[in-house]
Structures are given as C-alpha cells and as structure tokens.
C-alpha cells in the first residue's frame, strides 16, 4: 500500500512486502512507512508517480505501467498494475501497487528487436552487393586490362590507382556479405590451434614491436567445422581492434580452450544450441569499452574510432562468420580494463583436413568452347574478352534461353558453361540442369555478386559446385575456367 499526500511530490510506503521492498535495496521492516524520497527516489521519479497515484485515485481505475528500476541498483525492469484502496467508504489516499519483474522479458525483447534489425540491415547488404559487385567487376577488370595492354606509362599508374580503389570497395563488400551471412563459405575440419599458429607471424607483423602477444593454446582441442580463411579473417579483426585499444603498448592474448555451454546460457546468447563448443578469445590491455557502446558493437559502420580510422565493419564481420559458422561471438569489457572477445565454435566429429597450396597456372590458356552466360552487358563483354584473348572459342549469351537455343545449333562440343547464378527468366542453375540433359560432359562455373541462391545454403557452397565470387580479375577468371576444364 502507498499513501498520497494532498500536496507534494512525496508518498509513503505503507504495507510494502520483501519483494517490493528488495526494488529500493531495503528490508520491508525498514521501507514500512518511510517517504520515497528517504528511500532515495529521485525527484523526478517521484513527481511522475504520484501524477498517477492521483490520476488512478481520481478515476477509480486501475492502472497498469511498465517502469525501469533504480539504476543504482542493477538494470531492472517491472511490471506495475495500480488501484485505489477504498476505506471506510470515504475518499481514499492510498493505492495499492502489484509489482511485477519483467526483466527477463524486457531482455527478450531487446535481442529479437536486435536481430530484427541486424537482418533487415543484411538484406539490404546481400541485395546491394549483387548489383555492386557487378560494377567492381567491370571496373577493376578494365583498370587491369589498360594496365597490362596500355604503353602509356602514365594511363598505367591512372588504371593502377583505379583498381587499388575497386579492390578497398570490394574488400568492404565482402564485409557487409559476412556479416549478412551471405558471404560463401567453404567449411572444413579445423584445428584452432593449429590455424592460429600459422597465423601468429602474420599477427605479430599486425601489431608491432610495443604490444606482446602471448598464446595460451589449450592441449586436446575438439574439432571445429568452419571456413579457414573466414576464421583468420577474424582472428586479423580481432587483433586489429586490441592493436588500436593499445595505443601506448601493452598485451594481447590468443587463448583457446574447450567448453561447454549450458541451456543458461544459449538462452541469453539467443540462436544457439547447448552444447560443446571450443572458444577462440583475444584479450587485451587497453582502454576497454564503455558499456553504453557494447550493444551497438555488431551493428554496420557503428566505430568509436576517429574519423578515416574504422570503417565499423569489422566487429559485425565477425558476427556474421561467426553466426554462419553455427557459432557466438561475445564481448566482455570495461573502461580502464581491456577487452576480451571470445567466439565460440560448435564441436564436430572428424579428422582435421590439411590445408593443400594451390599451385598457379603459369599460362591459363585453353582453345575449348566456352558457353558464357551473363544478363549484365558490361560483365559479360569483359569475360568475353578476356576469354578471346586467351584463346578459348566463346558463344557470350544475356539469358539461359538465348544460351539453350545457341548451344542447340552447335554440333561440337560445350566443354565449359560459365554462368550467373542469378538471371532473369532462367537461373544458372535451371539453365545447367537443362543443358547437360543433352550435354552431359558440359562442366558448369558459376559465377555471382550474391549468395542467397540455389547453390549456397546459408552461405556455405553445396557439394559439387564450382564457383567464383564477384567482383573478379580477367586472371582471376581464366586461373578458374582452367581449373573447372582441367577437374580441379
């Protein structure tokens, strides 16, 4: 029971039980008949309710309202439903207040209206970088022709700087696609600790002589399941942010250990499973973060660093592999204390495979015939061209029916069908389907700026299928073609 003054801002605590009385940190005995301002309600929380301990007074109705607790006392939210209390059949002064915790709730709400947003922002991420890859293609393969076939040394430099520019553009696309989780991913058995590793010099060489890194590598690790170059992508992330957090030295630790993660805990992360997991943290000792910063660290182009130094795509580049990886990625900090990452990948059963160094083609050239399908004009007129150039017999057509009806009026063979996974009328993949019904020994290269098709789930490449993400290099595309002909 609370009573209302006739004036004032103030109210007292009349009957208070324990769980009411632990919101103000307070036993019931000690809150019972104390004004709220002596349980330290601040002013303006006291103003606003006695506005509607008087309002619920004056109409004789209940009133229901959702409030934060005092901050001084943990994030907590309540539930609070407000009626008058008639006594005696007079005008009442006193209400009585049923509060009840909906912190658990409120927390819930927080992550779904999270994700809601995280996904929205990556579908408009997986939709732009179709479009966009299409255009660094064009724009980076002809910067690289002008550079190899101009004589002009000053239009070399001019394409030079073209392409290094469409590259940065490219690198931050692929960034927005992982974390969109639309970025292919080709997983395989890994040891963390082995990866690590091998990664550590190129680490070293990231962060400087005044930082020292330390390894504490658990012995026994479990086998994780995930893309090697996306893990060292954010291995990289990671030690990047910790260099940045120590701009006066310090040190940066790469730990990995097993773990297991209850049901407690897959609940709070939300979208994981319990179960076995081996973590990949990196700790530093730098300035740590604020924790008003914390939720908005894996939102896109959210940086706290200074203006040119962070695009504010790297933490959510993480969370997108980590997420397609079937993982969680979570930040523990505070100001003055460091950071610590850890992201945690499911345990699978298997053999670690071993990493196998592509060999370069030192002249990828070919005489075969190549069917080439592209609906976008200016990538395909470069492909065409790159593919002439190197010798290879192209038949460049803008849909699968146009490229159904020329294949049908030749009589030798298609050794090498080259197609965008996304097109109007027929996909690539229809278009392969109906081809090799009467051209069974026809290869199939799919090429394609966007991953949320017919060959990928999730982001992970299906068995079988040969691929080359957009944007590429005319090298980059005929190294490929060679290795689709040659069965690699």
Same mark, same amino acid.
């Given at each position: ?43 303006? =929380? ?387 389907? =109906? ?54």
């Amino acid at each position: 029971m609370i009573a209302v003054p006739a004036a004032g801002d103030d109210y007292t605590f009349q009957t208070p039980n324990a769980a009411f009385a632990s919101e103000f940190n307070q036993d019931a005995d000690d809150l019972r008949g104390m004004l709220a301002s002596a349980a330290h309600v601040s002013a303006e =929380a006291r103003r606003e309710w006695v506005q509607r301990f008087r309002a619920c007074l004056h109409t004789g109705d209940t009133l229901t309202v959702e409030y934060a607790g005092a901050p001084e006392f943990g994030p907590r939210w309540f539930l609070a439903r407000i009626a008058p209390v008639h006594q005696d059949g007079g005008d009442s002064d006193t209400v009585c207040l049923v509060a009840t915790e909906i912190t658990a709730r409120k927390s819930l709400e927080a992550q779904l209206a999270r994700s809601q947003r995280l996904e929205a922002i990556g579908r408009l991420a997986g939709g732009v970088a179709h479009d966009f890859n299409n255009l660094l293609t064009v724009i980076l393969s002809h910067a690289r022709f002008i550079e190899r076939d101009s004589l002009d040394a000053q239009a070399r430099s001019d394409a030079g700087a073209v392409r290094e520019a469409g590259e940065r553009a490219s690198a931050l696309t692929r960034r927005l696609l992982a974390f969109a989780r639309r970025q292919v991913s080709e997983p395989q058995a890994l040891d963390l600790n082995v990866l690590t590793h091998d990664t550590q010099q190129m680490l070293e060489r990231l962060i400087g002589t005044n930082i020292a890194i330390v390894t504490q590598l658990a012995h026994g690790i479990w086998t994780v399941r995930a893309d090697p170059a996306q893990v060292e992508q954010v291995l990289m992330n990671l030690v990047v942010n910790a260099r940045d957090a120590m701009p006066d030295g310090g040190r940066l630790t790469i730990e990995t250990a097993n773990v297991h993660l209850d049901e407690a805990y897959a609940v709070e992360a939300g979208e994981l499973q319990p179960g076995d997991f081996v973590m990949l943290s990196v700790s530093d000792t730098g300035t740590g973060i604020d924790p008003s910063v914390l939720p908005h660290l894996f939102e896109p182009f959210f940086t706290t660093k200074p203006l040119g130094k962070g695009t504010g795509l790297g933490l959510p580049m993480c969370f997108g592999i980590m997420k397609q990886a079937g993982g969680h990625i979570a930040v523990y900090s505070e100001p003055g204390h460091g950071t610590t990452v850890k992201c945690y990948f499911p345990r699978v059963d298997g053999s670690v495979a071993h990493r196998v160094q592509v060999a370069a083609v030192p002249s990828p050239r070919g005489s075969e015939t190549v069917l080439l399908v592209e609906d976008e004009a200016s990538v395909r007129e470069l492909a065409a061209r790159a593919l002439g150039a190197a010798g290879y017999r192209v038949l460049a057509c803008s849909d699968g029916e146009e490229a159904l009806r020329v294949a049908a009026g030749i009589d030798g063979e298609i050794a090498l069908l080259v197609t965008d996974v996304v097109m109007p009328i027929m996909g690539g993949p229809q278009l392969a389907s =109906a081809l090799q019904e009467t051209r069974p020994e026809t290869r199939v290269l799919y090429t394609s700026g966007y991953t949320e098709n017919a060959i990928v789930h999730g982001g992970t490449l299906l068995t079988g299928f040969a691929y080359l993400a957009k944007p590429y290099l005319p090298e980059t595309l005929l190294l490929r073609v060679r290795q689709v002909l040659d069965g690699g």
